[in-house]
């Protein structure tokens, strides 16, 4: 097995092994992953934080030995915590990393790293709430992770992520955690709303708020009423997304 992280600051990952292919997800600065297969220039990886599995172009991270990535497996995360900070590199030069990116590694890397930092210790379940309004008005990018880019669950794995908590890449696995509620008034902010299509398939989630509110990402990341039947979006004067479940992770 051979292992490689991200040292650059946002990468996309690949359903397939073309620059053409649909970006199912992204790597940010300091995620590290294993590498399950090689081409002559993609490899197909399995992201460490979440086994979340894709293609990456070969010239777009660089391999570690297999006890610095056990070594980072056992280290709690260190987090970039404002919208954008700069790493300087060993040239002297300056890249820009988003929020949620791991500099653990950085001077592995010989990368220096003096922003403020987030430490992946368990946050309280209010803090969720306040982190998710970090990325209010981020317009959505389907396999996005970051303020200038992000899906529905790239947003709640991320401020899950800047909390502590670990949660999958996608609504549908997502949904398979935490504890189920059997009405929306158990739920309480920072908990998770998913929402199905027409055949039953979960294809959306949100983060509840307080006094029926929630925040989600519709266009960008934004802020929605929510009933027993799903999100009301008062600019359209109905219902957009179907209510299935709330599930309480924290």
Known sequence: MQYGICHLSIVPLRATSSHESEMTSQLLYGEHFKILEERAHWSRI???FDGFEAWIDKKQYRKIEEEEYYSLEDTSYRLSADLIEYITDDSGLLMPVALGSVVNFSPNLAH???????????????KIVETALLYLNS????????PFGIDCSGFTQMVYKLNGEK??????????QGEALSFIEESEPGDLAFF????????HVG???????IIHVDGCVRIDRIDHSGIFNA???KHTHKLRVIKKII
Do not use: C
Not at 114 to 121: C, K, L, P, Q, R
């Open 235 to 237: 600019q359209l004067r």
């Open 167 to 176: 949660i999958k890449r996608s609504a549908a696995e997502q949904a398979k």
């Open 112 to 126: 220096k790293f003096e922003g403020e930092v987030i430490t992946s210790d368990k946050a309280t379940k209010e």
């Open 207 to 213: 983060i509840i708020m307080q006094d029926n509110y």
């Open 196 to 203: 199905d299509d027409n055949e039953g398939v979960i294809n």
């Open 139 to 146: 317009p959505h990018i389907w396999g996005g992770k970051t």
């Open 46 to 48: 399995r992201n460490a």
